[in-house]
């Protein structure tokens, strides 16, 4: 069951991470909180615009909004992007084993080349 809740967290976060507004909209509150009149500013999109992909990231846990005065400021939570590191670290073992196999190959050409040139010269 676990397993499941960890899924369907990781499609909501990838979900939200999909758009490059919204990924935009979480670098700049990785700085600190803002209200959304500050987020919607380096957009050429409408506040109510805004205010959807806000909904986008608050639904997949990567944003939280408060209450202060008339204003919502939105501040990030980091706990989903940890998920998806996590998730992406199972990987790294494997893209780094193909790297090493890579590099043993490339170093068995330039011995080959080597002893193919010293061969050549003689």
Partial sequence: M???NVRANLN???AALADPTRRAILARLA???AAVMEL???FRISQPAV???LKVLERAGLIVRS???QSRPCRLRAGPLKEVADWAERYRRYWEQ???RLDAYLGK???LEKAHARKSTK
Avoid: D, I, N, W
């Fill in 2 to 4: 676990v397993l499941y």
């Fill in 12 to 14: 909501e976060t990838f």
């Fill in 31 to 33: 700085c600190g909180e």
């Fill in 40 to 42: 919607a500013k380096p």
């Fill in 51 to 53: 205010s959807k992909h």
């Fill in 67 to 69: 209450r202060k005065a």
């Fill in 98 to 100: 193909g790297f090493e």
């Fill in 109 to 111: 050409l330039q011995r």
